[in-house]
């Protein structure tokens, strides 16, 4: 039977993932180059970044609400208030040396537990 029922899914697209984020392509000032830039960072810039922690939790919502605030007050240098390029996003979602080796680790002995289980 055919019908004209459209499913979707619940993942988003990564267009649909940039409106989200508000990124803009914005002109560097060279010639026609441009420059990705986005209010907050891409889901390839967060995901497996140090401010990656799997899950939302608090540290994220006050990072959340910090960024809020630094969108929104007008008293700040302009350039901290607007969108930010990838390579910004980057260094800001770098977290810290321990953190990362943390992460690292923890998906290491995650990953030799998982196919010790599978093994048995």
Not at 45 to 65: A, P, V
Not at 83 to 94: E, T, Y
Request: charged share 30%; net charge negative.
């Amino acid at each position: 039977m055919t019908t004209n029922e459209i499913f979707l899914d619940d993942t988003l697209t990564d267009v649909e993932f940039d409106l989200i984020c508000g990124t803009y392509v914005c002109h560097t000032g060279f010639g026609d180059q441009t420059a990705m830039r986005s209010w907050f960072p891409s889901l390839t810039t967060f995901e497996g970044s140090g401010e990656d922690y799997g899950r939302w939790n608090g540290q994220r919502e006050d990072s959340f609400f910090r960024r809020l605030d630094e969108i929104n007050n007008v008293n700040r240098e302009a350039s901290s208030r607007g969108p930010i390029n990838a390579k910004k996003w980057r260094d800001l979602m770098r977290g810290t040396k321990e953190l990362r080796r943390l992460r690292d680790d923890i998906e290491k002995w995650s990953d030799a537990f998982i196919r010790q289980q599978l093994t048995q």
